[in-house]
């Protein structure tokens, strides 16, 4: 167990929905990253945090992702007007400084 | 392109026996490289990792080797059990640039 928490675990919207994830790393974890991962492909890597500060977002993250740490502890991800292909597990990882980094169990997100 | 290649999506071995697990390299900025874990529905587990100055590291029955000047790094997990069933990621970074690229991953399967 890593510490680290991901609500919801499974999340079926409609297309065009909006949804939003949560993630909870453990308190000695001051970097928190955000990755997608979809069938056969290894984890993408989508954006992330140094405390509360968004340092880095790739190119996946089209203007409908937004994510945020508003305190520098919890981090939400929210995609806005869901399409098919955001059908994907969304992971969470947390970092104390050093390079190894710590997921939680994922959301599986699923856009009908 | 791919900056981290693992060309063998699938691997079968005998418990007991070694599983080797390959990754390939093109980005020379690299300089940390982890092994995760991953079960299904599952975020991946970091097994172990090594940096560029060090040619191979070891914990318990896994060891990783790093071959730099051919870009080339391997998982031994030696003796293999049936636990270790599973799909393995090889993942990299620069020091000073955090986010993690990974491989597509290769399953596992130690049969009994």
């Known amino acids: 167990d890593t510490g680290v928490s991901q609500d919801p675990r499974h999340k079926i919207t409609k297309r065009g929905q909006n949804v939003t994830f949560r993630c909870d790393p453990i308190?000695?974890?001051?970097?928190l990253y955000w990755y997608r991962q979809t069938l056969g492909q290894g984890p993408e890597f989508l954006t992330y945090?140094?405390?509360?500060?968004?340092?880095?977002k790739s190119r996946l993250l089209s203007d409908r992702f937004s994510a945020e740490r508003p305190k520098g502890s919890f981090s939400t991800l929210e995609i806005q007007r869901t399409e098919q292909g955001d059908s994907a597990m969304y992971l969470c990882?947390?970092?104390?400084?050093?390079?190894?980094?710590?997921f939680g169990p994922g959301t599986r997100l699923t856009v009908l | 392109d791919q900056q981290v290649k693992q060309n063998s999506p699938s691997l079968s071995v005998q418990e007991g026996r070694i599983s080797i697990l390959n990754c390939d390299y093109t980005?020379?900025?690299?300089?940390?490289f982890l092994w995760y874990k991953k079960y299904p529905a599952e975020g991946p587990t970091f097994l172990i990792s090594?940096?560029?100055?060090?040619d191979k590291n070891e914990d318990g029955r896994f060891t990783v080797f790093l071959n730099k000047s051919a870009k080339h790094l391997s998982l031994h997990i030696v003796p293999s059990q049936p636990g270790d069933s599973a799909v393995y990621f090889c993942?990299?970074?620069?020091?000073?640039?955090?986010?993690?690229?990974f491989g597509k991953g290769t399953r596992l399967s130690v049969i009994a």
């Open positions: 980005n020379s900025m690299f300089d940390y």
């Open positions: 308190s000695e974890h001051n970097r």
């Open positions: 945090f140094q405390n509360e500060a968004q340092l880095e």
């Open positions: 993942a990299a970074t620069s020091s000073g640039n955090t986010p993690l690229v």
């Open positions: 990882a947390g970092d104390r400084g050093l390079n190894e980094q710590f």
């Open positions: 090594i940096s560029s100055i060090k």
